[in-house]
């Protein structure tokens, strides 16, 4: 082998042992170090930083906030109502040492771990409250006291630590809730019976004094009526009178001449008059006499 040969595999294994001595832990990481198995560093800080090839092992871990979405769960409330209930949980590594020692670096084995904690605190929670408190604007005090007294022991057990716990949803269960519906539906076909029967109680009132309304106009139009009538009849007959005492000769000529055209429109009716009577009065005589 030449020198040269020799060379680039020195250096190759140089890099292969460079590469394998440095390592860097991210702003978002946590780590800790490994010899042979057996921790020997924890609590690394983000930067870059030497191991011996081959002997130290480095884990890291993800330090930003993590979500635990559990499954739904049933809960009982002080009033032995059962409720499913929807949570989601907040939560980051504190104490990278606990929580290794732990749970071996297994964020599964941690979220099961948490899940349990959640579910025990919420069923304690919600075992010491009634319904109306647990869906009132009393839940975010629930969810706080939750976390606080979660943190009491999660630190020190698993070494992390509970942000926020929230409630994504509160459901009755199936059977309970098909009851509930059919309570609601006659409630509400109750209060749609109660509303139409005022409605109609209404509507009668209107049409009943639409109706009056209605009366009082006529009565109001047919008065005016008659007395516009009257006054035109009263205003007639003056006016007639006044005619009549102009020319009273002239005014009797007018009516026959009036009483002749009426009885002889039609020219199959037949009139028994004696000729001699006052109805031919003005027929008779040129002057009327």
Same mark, same amino acid.
């Given at each position: 082998?030449?020198?040269?040969?020799?060379?680039?595999?020195?250096?190759?294994?140089?890099?292969?042992?460079?590469?394998?001595?440095?390592? /860097?832990?991210? &702003?978002?990481?946590?780590?800790? #170090?490994?010899?042979?198995?057996? $921790?020997?560093? !924890?609590?690394? *800080?983000?930067?870059?930083?030497?191991?011996?090839?081959?002997?130290?092992?480095?884990?890291?871990?993800?330090?930003?906030?993590?979500?635990?979405?559990?499954?739904?769960?049933?809960?009982?409330?002080?009033?032995?109502?059962?409720?499913?209930?929807?949570?989601?949980?907040?939560?980051?590594?504190?104490?990278?040492?606990?929580?290794?020692?732990?749970?071996?670096?297994?964020?599964?084995?941690?979220?099961?771990?948490?899940?349990?904690?959640?579910?025990?605190?919420?069923?304690?929670?919600?075992?010491?409250?009634?319904?109306?408190?647990? /869906?009132?604007? &009393?839940?975010?005090?629930?969810? #706080?006291?939750?976390?606080?007294? $979660?943190?009491? !022991?999660?630190? *020190?057990?698993?070494?992390?630590?509970?942000?926020?716990?929230?409630?994504?949803?509160?459901?009755?269960?199936?059977?309970?809730?098909?009851?509930?519906?059919?309570?609601?539906?006659?409630?509400?076909?109750?209060?749609?019976?109660?509303?139409?029967?005022?409605?109609?109680?209404?509507?009668?009132?209107?049409?009943?004094?639409?109706?009056?309304?209605?009366?009082?106009?006529?009565?109001?139009?047919?008065?005016?009526?008659?007395?516009?009538?009257?006054?035109?009849?009263?205003?007639?007959?003056?006016?007639?009178?006044?005619?009549?005492?102009?020319?009273? &000769?002239?005014?009797?000529?007018?009516?026959?001449?009036?009483?002749?055209?009426?009885?002889?429109?039609?020219?199959?009716?037949?009139?028994?008059?004696?000729?001699?009577?006052?109805?031919?009065?003005?027929?008779?005589?040129?002057?009327?006499?």
């Amino acid at each position: 082998m030449t020198s040269r040969s020799l060379s680039l595999v020195l250096l190759l294994v140089l890099a292969l042992v460079g590469s394998s001595s440095l390592y /860097v832990i991210q &702003e978002t990481e946590l780590g800790v #170090k490994l010899r042979f198995g057996r $921790l020997i560093e !924890t609590d690394i *800080q983000p930067g870059l930083h030497y191991k011996i090839p081959f002997v130290d092992q480095v884990r890291k871990f993800d330090g930003r906030v993590l979500t635990l979405d559990a499954d739904p769960a049933s809960f009982f409330t002080i009033e032995k109502k059962r409720l499913i209930v929807d949570a989601f949980s907040k939560w980051r590594i504190i104490d990278v040492d606990v929580y290794y020692r732990a749970t071996g670096g297994n964020q599964a084995v941690a979220q099961e771990r948490l899940a349990s904690r959640v579910n025990d605190g919420l069923r304690n929670q919600f075992g010491a409250r009634t319904l109306h408190e647990v /869906v009132s604007g &009393e839940r975010d005090q629930l969810m #706080k006291h939750l976390a606080d007294k $979660l943190n009491l !022991t999660l630190g *020190q057990s698993l070494g992390v630590e509970v942000v926020d716990v929230r409630v994504k949803g509160i459901d009755l269960p199936p059977e309970v809730s098909e009851q509930v519906y059919r309570r609601m539906k006659a409630e509400r076909e109750k209060e749609a019976r109660i509303l139409r029967s005022e409605g109609r109680e209404s509507a009668e009132k209107i049409r009943a004094d639409a109706d009056r309304q209605k009366t009082i106009l006529l009565a109001n139009a047919y008065r005016i009526a008659e007395e516009t009538r009257g006054q035109g009849d009263a205003t007639a007959t003056s006016t007639y009178a006044a005619a009549y005492t102009k020319n009273p &000769e002239f005014y009797a000529f007018i009516r026959s001449l009036s009483a002749y055209r009426k009885s002889f429109a039609n020219k199959g009716d037949v009139l028994l008059v004696d000729p001699k009577s006052d109805f031919f009065r003005y027929l008779n005589s040129q002057k009327g006499e």
